[in-house]
């Protein structure tokens, strides 16, 4: 039974069976969860001669790979010190990062006002934990919403100043609080856009699904980079005199309208996954467009495209990086100045090692978030 080919895992309370291709049935036995899945892990790893070889040999590509990566990251990097004359060891100076520590998380942002940034991120976390962290109370839905109007112009307010802070010009801005500015408020703007755009699209009314076409399809069809360049350069050109709009927000809103037509066809999808039944049992209780689809489709549609959403986002945050054609500084923007320094040149392995880190736990970390609220919001026996 072991050598034949399985067509299915059935689980029989503590244990579990294996369906092999000709319908026999055998009992692969009960035990703690924890022994299930190793066993499991072990046949999937070494189940036949042609998996185990494969298995060794992807094991041991990673070892002559990790072996060497790791002494450079830590065995014999450089941690201590101020200056590149610190650096004498064969691996990594990693008193290169400790130096510009600053200028990676903060730009050019003043150091006296940098408590603004902080207290900016702690507001961004404090709603992140309100929106998804937190059970359901009375009137949490009022709560959240008073949140999404107020704390995006509190924000803008804490970096920007005015009204009683310091004004510090977006040019001065940078590192990894512009890429997570960048991130957070081109996503404002292409999640309910997005959402629209996907309800105008699959409308029953031609005029409005044509022109939401139109719009998805010329935003898909056009590079970021291009969309960037155009509007943080070519715009203020076309404006008349006197006109003028911020570089950085003519590139979060350039950001926010690309993102918004990919997220318009994930949550279209999601709309096509609902069966019609959704839709006449609600015209059956007698609720009317919006009810039905504020109450019974999108609730659904946004839950089944949730995967996609965050496919999306996770590009977005990525995409910051594309700003640095207009001179606007994000994290790794920040890193490639960072080596125009004479003191530092040659330091290019850590400047984009340390980014690529950020920027990698940032990414795997939206990924977890994902399948963590997918796996709460999903229906029972799926």
Do not use: H
Request: aromatic share 10%.
């Amino acid at each position: 039974m072991r050598g034949e080919a399985s067509a299915g895992l059935v689980p029989l309370g503590a244990a579990s069976a294996e369906i092999a291709s000709d319908g026999r049935l055998t009992i692969l036995g009960a035990g703690p969860r924890p022994a299930r899945r190793s066993r499991a892990l072990a046949r999937a790893l070494f189940g036949t001669p042609l998996d185990a070889a494969i298995t060794i040999l992807v094991a041991g590509l990673l070892l002559w790979a990790a072996v060497p990566l790791v002494r450079w990251l830590l065995l014999d990097a450089t941690f201590r010190g101020t200056t590149r004359e610190d650096c004498t060891g064969t691996g990594a100076c990693w008193v290169f990062v400790r130096a510009r520590f600053g200028q990676f998380m903060y730009g050019f942002y003043p150091g006296d006002q940098r408590w603004r940034v902080d207290l900016a991120g702690l507001g961004l976390v404090a709603s992140a934990l309100l929106l998804f962290a937190t059970p359901p109370f009375p009137r949490k839905r009022i709560v959240v919403a008073l949140a999404v109007l107020c704390l995006p112009p509190l924000g803008v307010w804490l970096l920007y100043g005015g009204f009683g802070l310091r004004v510090v010009e977006t040019r001065d801005w940078g590192g990894l609080m512009l890429t997570v500015f960048l991130s957070v408020y081109a996503a404002l703007i292409a999640v309910p856009l997005g959402i629209v755009l996907a309800l105008g699209r699959a409308s029953r009314l031609p005029i409005i699904r044509l022109i939401c076409t139109i719009v998805i399809e010329f935003w898909r069809g056009v590079p970021i980079i291009a969309v960037i360049f155009l509007a943080s350069l070519l715009l203020p050109l076309i404006l008349p005199n006197g006109a003028g709009i911020d570089r950085l927000a003519r590139a979060v809103v350039g950001l926010g309208l690309c993102i918004a037509a990919y997220m318009a066809e994930a949550v279209r999808g999601g709309l096509q996954a609902l069966p019609p039944g959704q839709r006449e049992a609600a015209a059956a209780l007698g609720l009317g467009y919006w009810r039905t689809t504020g109450l019974v489709v999108l609730p659904q549609a946004l839950r089944v495209s949730l995967p996609a959403l965050t496919n999306e986002f996770i590009a977005l945050v990525k995409n910051t990086s594309l700003v640095l054609i207009v001179s606007i500084f994000d994290l790794l923007g920040i890193a490639q100045a960072a080596l125009a320094d004479p003191a530092w040149v040659g330091k290019t392995w850590e400047a984009y090692a340390f980014a690529g880190s950020i920027y990698w736990i940032a990414c795997f970390g939206l990924s977890r978030w994902s399948r963590r609220i997918e796996a709460r919001t999903a229906l029972p026996g799926r």
